[in-house]
């Protein structure tokens, strides 16, 4: 069965006033989202913050299993936390503290910048190399370059990061290929699915990842200030989180402490209870409309914006095309021979339209090898139309 989306429309209260294409900054929410975060901030009002907390105990609970269930793995392998930054940094500098001098971290060229700033810091710190692996023909990250690297260095490869989804490109890494490499090898796997959860299934049995990080505002439709962490629960009990607190542990003696033995050890408190009733409400939505049936309709919608674009004289369509059967997804980008990136994107938002700059910093190696500096994002939902695409295009063609 398709979306309705007439009736996914008048549920998104943002499609009367916006057109808009930033699915892959921010999503506009869906009105049970809306409500369920206005209705606790109004419970907290009413009777206290930590009493409100204690009434939605259960539902709380839910938010874990259904984030599970979406991923296919148990409630005690995830995390909820602030946003998909603080999820892999989570993960990362938690497997960081077992790095050693020498040991090799590898990645892709696209990588995101808030990771790959975090792999210098530990490569500075800890003297780790980063190994970026040479991409295939069609941009993705090469299957052959990754196993050879892996041949090579041996016991040294610590870890491979992948982001999933870029944020500058509708490219979809071949993750579960690489998953089955990582396993095979037995090196640990960090997923960053900050830009693919929501807008695609993802079951980390498939993915072979033994650790996923995910934001809630992106393509999952959820408030800001949400993201969550799956970690596998084998790897769970190697990982020391940094910085521990209340949540992550208890207090057990005057000298001693023990971390809670699930994904929660990666939590730190006081977080909003609303954003993450919010999300969980996000996550169910996502699930009934379905997860196969947004990605249809996501990639349909972002094939024909490509063709649309690809039509208008100056544009040129920059998006990444991987390999094999692999779809691209919601997310397009391109650039305009005489008008610059930012200039798109104010030139539209005087009209409504929301799009993004996709600067040269967001992931700066794929961006230098492709010779890059910016580019404009267009990145559709299944809310969006064809009609709003073509107003869309209309707009860049009259620039
Ligand atoms: C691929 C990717 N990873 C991570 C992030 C960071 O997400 P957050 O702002 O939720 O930390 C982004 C945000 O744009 C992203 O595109």
Request: proline share 4%; glycine share 8%.
């Amino acid at each position: 069965m398709g979306i309705d989306v007439a009736s996914a429309r008048v549920d998104t209260p943002g499609c009367e006033n916006v057109l808009h294409l930033n699915n892959a900054g921010c999503s506009l929410p869906p009105t049970p989202v809306l409500e369920r975060v206005k209705a606790h901030l109004d419970l907290e009002a009413a009777m206290g913050g930590y009493e409100a907390e204690d009434r939605v105990e259960e539902e709380y609970r839910r938010v874990y299993a259904s984030i599970a269930r979406m991923l296919g793995c148990a409630a005690g392998e995830i995390a909820l936390v602030e946003n998909a930054t603080r999820a892999w940094d989570a993960a990362f500098y938690a497997l960081a503290e077992g790095f050693q001098p020498g040991d090799k971290i590898l990645t892709a060229s696209n990588e995101y910048v808030s990771n790959y700033l975090a792999l210098l810091q530990v490569a500075r710190q800890r003297r780790t190399e980063i190994i970026v692996a040479p991409n295939g023909p069609g941009g993705e990250i090469s299957l052959t370059a990754l196993e050879a690297a892996i041949l090579q260095h041996g016991e040294r490869m610590k870890l491979i990061a992948l982001t999933h989804v870029p944020t500058n490109g509708g490219l979809v890494q071949p993750a579960a290929a690489v998953g089955r490499i990582a396993r095979r090898n037995h090196i640990p796997y960090l997923l960053d699915a900050c830009q693919s959860a929501g807008q695609m299934p993802l079951r980390v049995e498939e993915l072979g990842c033994d650790m996923l990080a995910a934001t809630g505002r992106k393509y999952l439709r959820g408030p800001r200030g949400t993201g969550f962490l799956y970690v596998r629960q084998s790897m769970l009990e190697r990982l020391e989180p940094t910085p521990i607190d209340m949540c992550s542990a208890e207090w057990t003696a005057r000298e001693e402490y023990k971390l809670r033995n699930d994904a929660r050890r990666f939590e730190i408190s006081g977080g909003s209870v609303a954003c993450q009733l919010g999300l969980g409400a996000a996550v169910e939505y996502a699930m009934a409309v379905g997860l196969d049936n947004i990605a249809a309709r996501v990639t349909m919608l972002a094939e024909q914006l490509r063709e649309h674009l690809a039509r208008i004289s100056g544009i040129t369509v920059r998006d990444l095309p991987g390999s094999g059967n692999q779809a691209r997804c919601g997310i397009v980008t391109f650039t305009h021979e005489h008008h610059s990136a930012a200039a798109i994107v104010a030139n539209m938002r005087e009209q409504n339209i929301n799009v993004r700059v996709t600067p040269l910093g967001s992931t700066r190696i794929d961006m230098e090898q492709r010779g890059l500096t910016a580019m404009a994002r267009a990145s559709v939902h299944y809310y969006n139309t064809e009609e709003e695409l073509e107003r869309f295009a209309e707009a860049v063609r009259n620039l």
